[in-house]
């Protein structure tokens, strides 16, 4: 499996990351997020859970330190050459590698970035590493310096997503299709995932939220399945993966016959989602947007019930979630800017009467507006 860009765009993103780092005035990144080794060569892996590092520096060299269970799989799936490996044995410290990779480097007494905000650098990893880099060179959080130039997508990565955006659909196709009453969660869930991998998609950042009764509130994957009463709720929230690119939809679909509140509930969260799209141009802020939702729920009377947030950013992303940088919260500045790709989700969870409603689908920012990414009516689904 060849790297899923052309080299030219793999260029391309080594002269941004190079400027990038100019910018911020270091002599190298060491790259702990999955996502950015990723983007910035191809390495597609889970490994990162143990210890691995990137080290990228402002000249473009690049070295990977990690595990040898990883070695063939960053040779099949990226485009790096120099991979060095950490032998698993009592009492190794790889920072201490890392470090002479550094002097190999010729870094030693540098700036150097580091990853801060990463899953791949547990508390237990930093400790060792910031022992092992006492003395050797400056260091400074560059946590969001990748995170920024993986915002605005390109054509390709955007083709990727649009096919997550249809098997996003599919599977949404799949799930009405299947639930009713006496059937199992299971069954709903299974036909999803059997949709999105059938059709060329991958699994996502984490697994696909399914919740039913009181467990539609939840709005979270837990173990255990249930099945649909006549009268019931089945909460799903869910992606479309291709090439690691995320698409998310999300909706409650109700079995049996509608109560007024559980219609209402819906209309309320149409009409906010529509809002916001409506909301969404180049240069508007997250928080502008999340102000429009709120507005809209909190004049329908469900400020109790509504969410501190309203959508995230959505691209390649890895375990433990697929939720990617940046989140459309309560005064958050940041700007929108033409093909960036944000999930817009609309929920509601009275936890006083056991009622939810969800709704939510992708969108790619516009010179004018956003492009709606699903195909999936906005309609209330009673099965």
């Not at 990893?125 to 995170?147: F, V």
């Amino acid at each position: 499996m060849p790297v899923h860009f052309s080299d030219d765009e793999m260029a391309s993103r080594a002269r941004r990351a190079a400027t990038a780092f100019a910018d911020a005035g270091i002599d190298a990144l060491l790259v702990f997020k999955q996502e950015s080794m990723y983007w910035l060569c191809g390495y597609d892996t889970f490994g990162f859970s143990m210890f691995q590092c990137l080290v990228v520096t402002a000249a473009g060299e690049r070295v990977l330190l990690t595990r040898q269970p990883d070695r063939g799989t960053a040779l099949h799936t990226s485009n790096l050459t120099d991979i060095r490996i950490w032998a698993d044995r009592e009492g190794v410290n790889p920072a201490d590698e890392l470090v002479a990779i550094l002097d190999d480097l010729g870094l030693r007494g540098g700036r150097i970035g580091i990853e801060l905000d990463s899953y791949g650098l547990k508390a237990s990893n930093w400790i060792l590493l910031e022992a092992a880099l006492d003395g050797a060179c400056r260091w400074e959080d560059a946590s969001t310096l990748i995170q920024e130039l993986r915002r605005t997508k390109s054509p390709a990565e955007l083709a990727y997503i649009r096919r997550a955006a249809e098997l996003a659909d599919d599977a949404w196709d799949a799930a009405v299709s299947r639930a009713a009453a006496g059937v199992s969660e299971a069954e709903v869930l299974a036909d999803m995932q059997d949709v999105i991998l059938r059709g060329g998609g991958d699994y996502a950042g984490n697994e696909l939220i399914i919740g039913s009764g009181p467990a539609a509130l939840m709005v979270r994957y837990t173990s255990g399945r249930r099945t649909l009463d006549p009268q019931d709720q089945l909460t799903l929230e869910w992606c479309g993966v291709q090439r690691r690119y995320h698409a998310a939809m999300m909706r409650t679909l109700l079995i049996g016959d509608p109560s007024p509140e559980h219609a209402a509930m819906h209309a309320a969260c149409r009409d906010a989602l529509l809002a916001c799209e409506s909301a969404i141009s180049p240069g508007a802020t997250l928080g502008e947007v999340f102000d429009v939702h709120a507005a809209v729920l909190d004049d329908a009377g469900y400020r109790e019930h509504r969410m501190h947030a309203c959508g995230y950013g959505m691209g390649a992303v890895y375990a433990p979630i697929w939720v990617d940088w940046p989140m459309l919260y309560s005064g958050n500045p940041l700007t929108f800017d033409v093909d960036q790709v944000f999930f817009l989700h609309m929920i509601l969870l009275d936890l006083d009467s056991g009622r939810a409603m969800n709704l939510g689908h992708s969108v790619r920012v516009t010179d004018d507006g956003v492009e709606r990414l699903s195909r999936s009516s906005l309609d209330l689904v009673v099965r």
